[in-house]
């Protein structure tokens, strides 16, 4: 097995390319949020998008404390050819990232409320 264009017929690539925009999308987000306190004010947002607020920044810190690790231990055993370490890898990842999709439909939930 290897990356990019190997045996894992470019899995790692479209991985890292939805891992890409999935950060951006989740900056993008965070962004948003932090210019529209400061262009309204804090007292003229809802509570509920500090909410949403709080579950971005805990979406991101799933993403570093678990997703990432995960996943540079999945490319790593991808690459080794180390298939017993690449799905024990990919099985935290999954769960992470599952993890993390309900976060962000929450957050953008509580900030249409």
């Given at each position: 097995?290897?990356?990019?264009?190997?045996?894992?017929?470019?899995?790692l690539a479209?991985?890292e390319?939805?891992?890409r925009?999935?950060l951006l999308?989740?900056?993008?987000t965070?962004a948003?949020g932090?210019?529209l306190?400061?262009?309204?004010?804090?007292s003229?947002?809802?509570?509920?998008?500090?909410a949403?607020?709080?579950l971005?920044?805990?979406?991101?810190?799933i993403?570093?404390?678990?997703a990432?690790?995960a996943?540079?231990r999945?490319k790593t055993?991808v690459e080794?050819?180390?298939?017993?370490s690449?799905?024990?890898?990919?099985d935290t990842?999954?769960?992470a990232?599952?993890?993390e999709?309900v976060?962000?439909?929450?957050?953008l939930t509580?900030?249409?409320i």
């Open positions: 097995m290897r990356g990019n264009g190997g045996s894992d017929g470019g899995l479209r991985l390319r939805a891992q925009l999935g999308t989740g900056a993008g965070l948003t932090i210019i306190v400061l262009l309204r004010g804090p003229a947002i809802p509570r509920w998008t500090f949403g607020l709080a971005v920044i805990a979406m991101f810190a993403g570093a404390v678990i990432r690790p996943w540079i999945f055993s080794s050819g180390d298939r017993p690449a799905q024990n890898a990919a990842l999954s769960r990232l599952n993890i999709s976060v962000w439909v929450a957050a509580t900030m249409v």
